[in-house]
C-alpha cells in the first residue's frame, strides 16, 4: 500500500557551509503516476471506504489541485470509481486533462457552489447522485490524513544507515493545512521537532487544525514549530523564488515547484543563514511532491 520514497543527502553550498546536513525524503519518487504527500493523507480514506464497502471516492479542489491529481492516479492504478467537485467553471488545464485521462468524472460547481462545502448538507445531492462512493474532505485532512503521513517516518528511520546516520535531530517541510506536519508531531510525540514552513499566511487556521489533529488522537502536546514561508501570500511568486528553485535544480538535481516545497527551502536556508540551527544538526527534509501543479503556471525557469 506504500510506495517507498528514497532518501537521499542534499548537497548544496549554503549546508555545507553552515555545517548542516539534510537528508530529503523524495514524496516526488514514490510513482510514476500517484506523487507526494497527498497519497500519504489519501491512505486511511481509502482504508475507511473499503472498511464502508464503498465502489469508490468523491472529493473537491482546485484546477491545479494535487489532491484531485493524487486521487485520480490512485484510481486509475487500483482500480476505484473516483469523482472530483471542483471549484470555478470549465477549463483544461493540464492537471484537469489528467484527471479525464485517469477516468475521473468531473463537475464543476462554480465559485460560489465550491464555497457552500462547509455548508450543513452540501453532500446531501451528492450523496443521493453517488450513493456508493465514500466522501473525502477537501484536501485530504484531518486524523485519517495525519495517520496516513506517519509512515514518512518508518520509510526515514528504515533508510538512515544508508546514508552513513544513526540519528537525526527534526523535520523541515511545507504546510498547507498542517496534516502532514500533524502526521509526523503524532508519531514523533516531543521526540524530535518538526518545522512547517507555512505556504500560506499565519491567519489561516494551519496552529488551530493541527491541535485538533493532536487532540483527537489523545495526545496531550505535540513538538512542532510553524514559520510564515509564504512570501506575501498562498501561490505568490517572486524573482528571488525562482532563481533560488532554478539554481538549486541545477545544483542538486532536485525539482521543485513555486507554491510549497521551493517556498520550503528557501525558508530552510534563510534560517540556517540565520544561524538557527547549530553545526552539526541533522534534518529530514520532505519533498512533498506537487511538481504536476507547476506545469500550470508559465513560471517555472
Ligand atoms: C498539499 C501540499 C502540501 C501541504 O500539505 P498539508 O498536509 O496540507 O500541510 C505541501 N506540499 C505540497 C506539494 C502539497 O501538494
Redesign the pocket.
Known amino acids: 500500500m506504500f510506495p517507498q520514497a528514497p532518501l537521499n543527502l542534499l548537497q548544496l553550498d549554503w549546508l555545507t557551509t553552515a555545517g548542516i546536513e539534510v537528508a530529503i525524503l523524495r514524496l516526488d519518487q514514490i510513482d510514476p503516476l500517484i506523487s ?3 497519497w500519504f ?1 489519501l491512505v486511511e480514506h481509502l482504508k475507511a471506504a473499503d472498511h464502508a464497502g464503498a465502489d469508490g471516492i468523491i472529493s473537491l479542489g482546485g484546477a491545479h489541485s ?2 484531485l491529481h493524487a486521487l485520480a492516479a490512485a484510481g486509475k492504478r487500483l482500480g476505484f470509481k473516483t469523482v472530483g467537485l471542483l471549484r470555478g467553471h470549465p477549463q483544461e488545464t493540464p492537471t484537469v486533462k489528467d484527471l479525464q485521462a485517469f477516468g475521473m468524472q468531473l463537475h464543476w460547481l462554480g465559485y460560489g457552489g465550491y464555497r457552500a462545502r462547509h455548508e450543513p448538507g452540501f453532500w446531501l445531492p451528492w450523496q443521493a447522485q453517488y450513493p456508493t462512493l465514500h466522501a473525502v474532505p477537501e ?1 485530504g ?1 484531518g486524523l485519517p ?1 495525519a495517520l496516513g ?1 506517519a509512515t514518512l517516518k518508518v520509510q526515514v528511520d528504515a533508510q538512515l544507515s544508508d546514508l552513513g546516520w544513526s540519528d537525526y535531530h527534526g523535520w523541515w ?9 500533524a502526521g509526523l508531531a503524532l508519531v514523533e510525540a516531543g521526540e524530535r521537532p518538526v518545522y512547517g514552513a507555512l ?1 500560506v499566511p499565519d491567519d489561516h487556521g494551519v496552529a488551530p487544525h493541527v491541535e485538533a489533529i493532536v487532540r483527537e488522537a489523545g495526545l496531550a502536546t505535540a513538538d512542532y514549530q510553524l514559520l510564515d514561508a509564504s512570501r506575501g501570500g498562498f501561490a505568490k511568486v517572486d524573482a528571488q523564488l525562482l532563481g533560488f528553485i532554478e539554481q538549486t535544480e541545477q545544483l542538486s538535481g532536485v525539482p521543485l ?1 513555486p ?3 521551493g517556498k520550503a527551502l528557501l525558508a530552510l536556508k534563510q534560517q540556517v543563514e540565520a544561524g538557527r540551527f547549530a553545526s552539526g544538526t541533522r534534518l529530514i527534509f520532505v519533498h ?3 511538481l504536476q ?1 507547476r506545469r500550470g503556471f508559465a513560471v517555472t525557469p
Open positions: 507526494g504527500n497527498k493523507k494535487n489532491h484536501g485532512g490524513g503521513c517541510l511545507a504546510c498547507g493545512t498542517g496534516t502532514t506536519l505556504a515547484e507554491l510549497y516545497t512533498t511532491g506537487g501543479g
